[in-house]
């Protein structure tokens, strides 16, 4: 029985000697991992934050941003009002109408025939021509044959008014007439067809500039 103790031992002993520091070697491995993993998941204490940002984030704060310049505006410039030359020989009818264009802000001059009308054809630029057809001296066929055949008035718009039905047929004879109103003239349409004569006017003026 004595002699068999050694083989017993032999059996039994070397595996334990293997496995037991094995053992406390896996113990020891495993509580390391886990106190690392302890200290990794706590929140960093406000001892280990930097103070300060670095130093090129405080050059950048620090640095002022320079501004962009503003970028010149141009001035606009307002149209010019267009104008109107407005001629009849009757007193009433040069008030009405100098009132219902200046009202709607047209610069306005008045003429009581067709000499003075010419006259002030010769001294300004207007936009557009509004004539009575029955005049003294110079009437508004005449005045309107003068218009049309002079180079600096030749693309003049005219509108012709009359009181008389007789002077219709003659009116349809004349070329380049823009429009034909019968006494009493309708204030709307009459300033509606001026509106878009003048803008024709201006706009061709200025294509020409």
């Known amino acids: 029985m004595p002699f068999e103790l050694p083989e017993m031992l032999n059996h039994y002993l070397l595996p334990l000697l293997i496995a037991v520091p094995l053992a406390i070697v896996v113990l020891f491995i495993s509580s390391r991992r886990g106190d690392e993993a302890d200290r990794l998941s706590q929140p960093p204490a406000d001892s280990d934050l930097p103070s300060q940002p670095p130093v090129a984030l405080q050059r950048a704060a620090s640095t002022p941003v320079p501004a962009s310049p503003a970028q010149p505006t141009q001035p606009t410039q307002p149209a010019a009002p267009a104008s109107v030359l407005l001629v009849d020989d009757s007193a009433v009818a040069r008030a009405k109408l100098g009132k219902l264009f200046a009202g709607a802000g ?104």
Request: proline content about 3%.
């Open 106 to 209: 047209y610069r306005v001059t008045l003429a009581k025939d067709g000499v003075e009308a010419l006259e002030q054809l010769a001294q300004a630029r207007f936009d557009v021509l509004v004539t009575d057809l029955e005049m003294p001296n110079k009437d508004g066929f005449e005045l309107i044959a003068a218009v049309q055949g002079s180079l600096e008035t030749e693309d003049l718009p005219i509108i012709a008014i009359t009181g008389h039905d007789e002077l219709h047929a003659r009116v349809h004879e004349i070329q380049g007439l823009y429009g034909l109103f019968k006494k009493p003239w309708n204030d709307r349409e009459l300033l509606k067809r001026v509106e878009a004569l003048a803008m024709l006017h201006q706009a061709t003026a200025t294509a020409k500039a």
